[in-house]
């Protein structure tokens, strides 16, 4: 099973940027799809994005769609994800992870999908 890392999590004032990044231990990407997911206080985890192994299909949650961009760096073993125009409702844990499947096909996954998660790290947005 892969053991995943996140970093990059901060504060930062609503319409500025933050870069999340996952590192994988353990085993390698490759064959994993990954994914980001949040959850806010009081909330349930909710889908953000991910990007599959196979041709790396991208699929995000409608609320950040157009301003989130995940991205991968298989000979890193890294995951991204770039955010930008950051809003006060984006106030999260984020968590990385991950699944070894070539690709959902049509629908996005759902956080059932995947097996592996990291520890989660806090972006806070001001408004």
């Known amino acids: 099973q892969v053991q995943l890392v996140e970093s990059g999590g901060g504060l930062v004032q609503a319409g500025g940027s933050l870069r999340l990044s996952c590192a994988a231990s353990?085993?390698?990407?490759?064959?994993?799809?990954m994914g980001w997911f949040r959850q806010a206080p009081g909330k349930e985890r909710e889908f953000v994005a991910a990007?599959?192994?196979?041709?790396?299909?991208?699929y995000y949650a409608h609320s950040v769609k157009g301003r989130f961009t995940i991205s991968r760096d298989n000979a890193l073993d890294t995951l991204y994800l770039q955010m930008n125009s950051l809003k006060p409702e984006d106030t999260a844990v984020y968590y990385c992870?991950?699944?070894?499947?070539?690709?959902?096909?049509?629908?996005?996954?759902?956080?059932?999908?995947?097996?592996?998660w990291g520890q989660g790290t806090q972006v806070t947005v001001s408004s």
């Open positions: 992870a991950a699944e070894r499947t070539a690709s959902w096909g049509a629908v996005a996954p759902s956080g059932a999908d995947f097996g592996s």
């Open positions: 353990g085993r390698t990407f490759g064959g994993y799809g």
């Open positions: 990007i599959s192994w196979l041709l790396g299909r991208t």
